[in-house]
């Protein structure tokens, strides 16, 4: 494979497409930050706040780190308009609320960080040098989020049966945004940057590695992870690889934007 050295070496339609994604992976990665950091503080055990910040720090320092190289892209698609209009930031789904407790943070650890990471690592197989310099230290600190969410999993599913159930039904509701990120088909902006080299799958690949990876964290549940799952893929951007705008609130997105 024919390494990339520079943003010109790309054509105007992949560079769009990798703008997209890096604002998309940077974007959901801040938020996931914020997320984590909320809990600093509100964890079961004294660890568990520790773990928690750790995570928070990673994540806001990846989200930054990606952030680098998404400036160097003509197509960068963030100006002025992000402290103002939600339409311009292209996060997750699950993670326009706070969690509602310890149980979301869990499932957003075992299955939206590791969608990153399955994403992460199909870039550092790939050929985009300004990328792939970058990422293996990125890559490093996600082995500790990894271990941290099968744990916490395990953990769960073997506590209370309501702790169960709350634990199936908070993996229940974030699984369909897992795999609706990957997108249709068609028009789904991963297989033009595996096209383009600069990910070393496409979609289907993308999303059969997220569904082999989560599920031995899974086994202990009742969620059986299957990329059969009935998405109605009118109203899904493939620049935000997602449905419908950010629903922060008001206080959320100041501190997103940093206005507080």
């Known amino acids: 494979m024919t390494a990339i050295a520079n943003p010109e070496e790309l054509a105007a339609e992949a560079r769009q497409s990798l703008a997209n994604w ?27 706040d520790i773990a928690a910040s750790a995570m928070a720090q990673f994540e806001l320092g990846h989200a930054r780190i990606l952030r680098g190289v998404l400036g160097d892209l003509p197509e960068d698609p963030r100006d002025a308009s992000r402290d103002t209009d939600r339409r311009t930031w292209f ?3 699950a993670l326009d609320r706070p969690f509602a407790d310890w149980v979301d943070l869990v499932v957003s650890n075992a299955l939206v ?3 990153l990471t ?17 990422l293996r230290k990125v890559l490093a600190e996600e082995e500790y989020h990894s271990v941290h969410a099968g744990a916490w999993v395990r953990r769960l599913a073997a506590g209370p049966a309501a702790t169960g159930e ?9 699984w369909p ?39 031995p964290m899974l086994e202990d549940t009742s969620m ?9 893929w009118d109203g899904w951007n493939n620049a935000s690889r997602r449905h419908g705008v950010p629903e922060f609130d008001d206080v959320c997105f100041a501190m997103i934007t940093g206005a507080c």
Not at 22 to 48: I, N, Q
Not at 224 to 232: E, F, H
């Open 91 to 93: 996060s997750i789904g």
């Open 22 to 48: 890096l604002t998309a992976m940077s974007d959901t990665k801040h938020l996931l930050g914020l997320r984590y950091a909320e809990w600093c503080t509100g964890a079961p055990e004294l660890e568990a």
């Open 118 to 134: 399955v994403n992460l690592r199909s870039a550092l197989a790939g050929s985009y040098r300004p990328l792939t310099q970058r």
């Open 113 to 115: 960080d590791t969608l």
């Open 177 to 215: 945004q897992c795999i609706a990120w990957f997108g249709p088909d068609s028009g789904n902006g991963l297989d033009e940057l595996h096209d383009a080299g600069v990910l070393a799958a496409g979609a289907a690949g993308l999303r059969d590695r997220f569904i082999e990876t989560v599920s």
């Open 166 to 174: 709350r634990l199936n039904e908070a993996i229940a509701g974030v």
């Open 224 to 232: 059986r992870p299957a990329a059969a799952v009935d998405i109605d």
